[in-house]
Nanobody
Framework: EVQLVESGGGLVQAGGSLRLSCTAS????????IGWYHEAPGTWRKGVSC????????YYTDSVKGRFTISSDNAKNTVYLQMNNLTPEDSSVYYC?????????????????????????WGRGTQVTVSS
């Protein structure tokens, strides 16, 4: 069973930065994508950014391109999301997620991360609040 533990959320002023961390355990053999999702009130979770542990390919939703950077330290089984130039619209609970890419061999992380449907495991979430 995959377990994901997040850290790094908090309160920051607009224009500030935060770094989220997600440490995974219980990963089976094969390629996984690890990423971050958030949800707006009344909607289901949407992908913010993901990274393939296999080839390092990444996905960013349009609203965070140029501001957020995802990276992976496979030796530590940890994925980081560096969030810069934060705006109040970025405020949300951010959930770490894993996708077993070996079950979706015809799809890249850019397709899989755009939806919550392929996600196999979720973390508990970490709150990010950006004040204006």
């Amino acid at each position: 069973e995959v377990q994901l533990v997040e850290s790094g959320g908090g309160l920051v002023q607009a224009g500030g930065s935060l770094r989220l961390s997600c440490t995974a355990s219980g990963l089976a053999a094969g390629d996984y994508a690890i990423g971050w999702y958030h949800e707006a009130p009344g909607t289901w979770r949407k992908g913010v950014s993901c990274i393939s542990r296999g080839d390092g390919s990444t996905y960013y939703t349009d609203s965070v391109k140029g501001r957020f950077t995802i990276s992976s330290d496979n030796a530590k089984n940890t994925v980081y999301l560096q969030m810069n130039n934060l705006t109040p619209e970025d405020s949300s609970v951010y959930y770490c997620a894993s996708i077993a890419m070996m079950y979706y061999s015809n799809y890249g992380v850019d397709i899989l991360c755009a939806s919550a449907n392929p996600v196999g495991s979720w973390g508990r979430g970490t709150q990010v609040t950006v004040s204006s």
